[in-house]
């Protein structure tokens, strides 16, 4: 068995990564080419001993505050983005069923039709079962992004480390697709990126990862079999500790 540094994990993949590119540049929908890629690296990673928590965002169908801003009151607009994010968690469980895997959507509000409701006893026991447990409906709140329900539920399955895979490959000093002079940073920490007002995450999930000593790792989803590499703990992407 090939080395790894994290034991059990809390991976956060965006929405929009897995959506099919739009001439605006977003993905919207879903591409199963890219969730396929996901399912082989969750694969690789479980093969390896690796437990697997996974929250997946909504932005490739809903974002609460952008596309409802405006036009419907904020709850209402957010509430719509935790179903976006089951519809996600659904079609990406099928996909790991079908590369062999065996797992489990848990949500933060009731939809027993749909998935399983969301408790941590029942999140645990599912992921030392060897399952991939996916959870979804973020915090079952409005007012909270996805990248907030990431942080939430690594910290209470308590697992080593929030992976937050990303379309940008790390954290930058400034937007990388609108500064050229951008610099990437290796490693930083939590103060650091709320001090200085870095973009990795919302202001929310990063002050609970700090609250919680918990080390998140900020890359690339689109970096070849990136997954799998920061699971081993190559040196790729942001380190984010305290």
Known sequence: MSAIKYKRILLKVSGEALGE?????????????KINEVCEAIKECVALGVQVGLVIGGGNFWRGVKNGSG??????????????T???????????????????????????KFAEYFTRDKANRYLNEGKVVLFAAG???PYFSTDTGAVLR?????????????NVDGIYSADPKKDPGAVKYDALTYNQVLEQGLKATDVTAMA?????????????????????????GEKIGTTVTN
Do not use: W, Y
């Not at 690594?154 to 990303?166: H, P, R």
């Not at 609970?208 to 081993?232: H, K, Q, T, W, Y």
């Open 21 to 33: 590119k739009t001439a605006q540049g977003d993905g919207f929908g879903l591409d199963f080419g």
């Open 71 to 84: 036009k419907l009151q904020r709850s209402h607009a957010d509430g719509m983005g935790m179903l976006a």
């Open 86 to 112: 089951v519809m996600n968690a659904i079609a990406v469980a099928d996909v790991l069923e079908q590369h062999g895997m065996d797992a489990r959507v848990l949500t933060a509000v009731e939809m027993n």
């Open 139 to 141: 915090t079952g709140n």
């Open 154 to 166: 690594g910290v209470e399955i308590e697992a080593d480390a929030v992976l937050m895979a990303k």
């Open 208 to 232: 609970l990862a700090m609250d919680n000593n918990m080390p998140m790792v900020c890359f690339g989803l689109a970096e070849e079999n990136s997954i799998v590499r920061v699971v081993r």
